[in-house]
Nanobody, 122 residues
C-alpha cells in the first residue's frame, strides 16, 4: 500500500517555473516506479514523466522533454517534478502515481494522489 500527497502547485506566469512534490508513505515506495500525469479540463489524463525505483530508467512525454525533470529521493519518500518554461497549455491538475513497473499508461499505476492544480497565465 502506498499513500501519495502532491503539493507545490499554484499560479505562475508563462515562462516561469514550479516544482511539484509528491510525498509518499508505505513500505513499498522505495521499490515502486513513480509517475506524474496531468489532466486539463475536458481532457483525458495524460502521461508526463516516470522513473524506476532507482531512478535509472526515466520516461518523458515527448512534448515535455527538455522542460520537465522528474527525480526522486527514496530516503525522503519523495518524488519531484521540476517544470520550467511553463506555458498556458501546461495548465492542469497534476497527479503522482505509483506502479510495480515503469509505464507510460495510466492503467499501469495502482496508487494515485489527489492532485495539485497548476495554472499558467499568459
Amino acid at each position: 500500500q502506498v499513500h501519495l500527497t502532491e503539493s507545490g502547485g499554484g499560479l505562475v506566469q508563462a515562462g516561469g517555473s514550479l516544482r511539484l512534490t509528491c510525498a509518499a508513505s508505505g513500505r513499498t515506495f522505495s521499490t515502486s516506479a513513480m509517475g506524474w500525469f496531468r489532466q486539463a479540463p475536458g481532457k483525458e489524463r495524460e502521461f508526463v514523466a516516470a522513473l524506476t525505483w532507482r531512478g535509472v530508467n526515466i520516461y518523458y512525454a515527448d512534448s515535455l522533454k527538455g522542460r520537465f525533470t522528474i527525480s526522486r529521493d527514496n530516503a525522503k519518500n519523495t518524488v519531484y517534478l521540476q517544470m520550467n518554461s511553463l506555458k498556458p497549455e501546461d495548465t492542469a491538475v497534476y497527479y503522482c502515481a505509483a506502479a510495480r513497473a515503469l509505464y507510460r499508461d495510466v492503467t499501469g499505476y495502482n496508487y494515485w494522489g489527489q492532485g495539485t492544480q497548476v495554472t499558467v497565465s499568459s
